[in-house]
Each structure stands twice: as C-alpha cells, then as structure tokens.
C-alpha cells in the first residue's frame, strides 16, 4: 500500500477545511417568543406573560375610572356602582366553556334582581370583526348582563396574570375583592357564583 507523504496529507485537510468552511450550516434553537393577550385587538386571546403578579385585593382605581364601551351605545365606568356588589365576568364568542357558563350565570342573575348587585360581561372579542357575532350570541343565550368590550388593557388587569377564560369577579360594595376564579366547571359554577354573592352582601 502506497503511503502519502505527511507534507501532502497535512495540504489535503487544510484544503478540506478551507472548502468546508465557505458552507457551514448553524442550527440555532426557535426563538421563545413570549405570547402576549390580545383583547380585543384579535379574535382570540393569547396567553399573557410568564409570572402572575399577586391576587388583587381591590380593584385599582385606574381600572375602576376607565370608560368601558357599551355593546350598543354609550360607556359606564365600574366606579358607577361604587356601594353595590359587582360581579365581572369575562367571555368571548368563540370560548366554548363561555357558552356553557353563560347560561347558568343568567339564571343567577335573576334570583339576585333588585338585590343590589350590578352583573357585567366584559367581552375580549374584537368590535372590529366580531360585533354582529357577538350581538347574535347576546341574543341567543338572552344574556342579561350590563356588557362591554373589555379592550386590551382593562383584559389584562382585571386577569391579574390569570390568561384563560372565562374569569369572574365578585367585588363586595366596599370594593374589596370577595373571589376571583377562572375556568369553568360544569353543574358547580352557578352554585359558585351564588354563594359568593351571598358572602359579599353580607360583609362576611
């Protein structure tokens, strides 16, 4: 066998290397691009940032001042029923445990009329492209709540960290938070709902 020469071997893998390095391929790992909620901005909301901040106590005032524009016309402030208790919730068209949820909450709704309790649903759809959608799904499960458009910012800070829907809020009429919870669970929520109430009006 015919040896090659230790000068012309060392020539060979220096010229390999050169050729070869002219065409490296790098492979670099996707970039983690943190999702960020997008009420009302897109049909549908993404998940918000890595850690929850800390359970609100009360509502902030900031958010209790903001005008909150109405499903057909006009605006309120949740600041307007300072004194009552508040339940909020927040939904969407295309949130299917919402459409399960709704329902079960309207009868809620009723039982506590008169009662001083102000229910409102804050919708994270976007009015851009979904307010016939949204206006036939009130129609549909003849929701009876005060409803909104929650834009971006209201969204985020009444989630508290929390990026899933539904979520509710019940706000006792000193403006403290009695609970707030997200998710829903089938024949428990109403239940849930109505006994939280009843710890808000009776200042327990």
């Known amino acids: 066998m015919r040896k090659i020469p ?4 060392a020539a060979a893998l220096a010229a390999s290397a050169a050729a070869q390095s002219g065409r490296r391929i790098t492979t ?7 999702p960020q909620i997008q009420a009302p901005l897109t049909s549908q909301p993404e ?26 016309k006009g605006s ?8 009552s208790v508040v ?11 919402c459409r399960m949820e709704v329902p079960e909450y309207e009868q809620v709704r009723k039982e506590f009329a008169g009662r001083g309790v102000e229910f409102i649903g804050l919708t994270v ?16 499960f003849n929701f009876g709540f ?4 929650a834009d971006r910012e209201t969204a985020h ?10 979520q509710t809020l019940v706000v006792a009429a000193d403006g403290h938070i009695v609970s707030h919870w997200h998710g829903y669970s089938r024949g428990h929520g109403a239940e849930r709902l109505r006994q939280t109430i009843k710890r808000a009006l009776s200042g327990s």
């Open 6 to 9: 230790p000068f012309l071997l």
């Open 28 to 34: 670099q790992p996707p970039t983690q691009i943190e």
């Open 47 to 72: 998940a918000v940032s890595a850690v929850a901040p800390a359970e609100l106590s009360v509502l902030p005032e900031s958010l209790l001042k903001r005008q909150l524009q109405s499903l057909d």
């Open 76 to 83: 309120f402030r949740l600041a307007d029923f300072a004194g």
């Open 87 to 97: 339940v909020v919730n927040l939904w969407a068209t295309w949130c299917g445990p």
């Open 125 to 140: 759809d976007d009015p851009r492209v979904s307010s016939e959608r949204v206006k036939q799904f009130v129609r549909e």
């Open 146 to 149: 005060r409803l909104a458009w």
């Open 157 to 166: 800070m009444l989630m508290n960290g929390k990026n899933v829907i539904p």
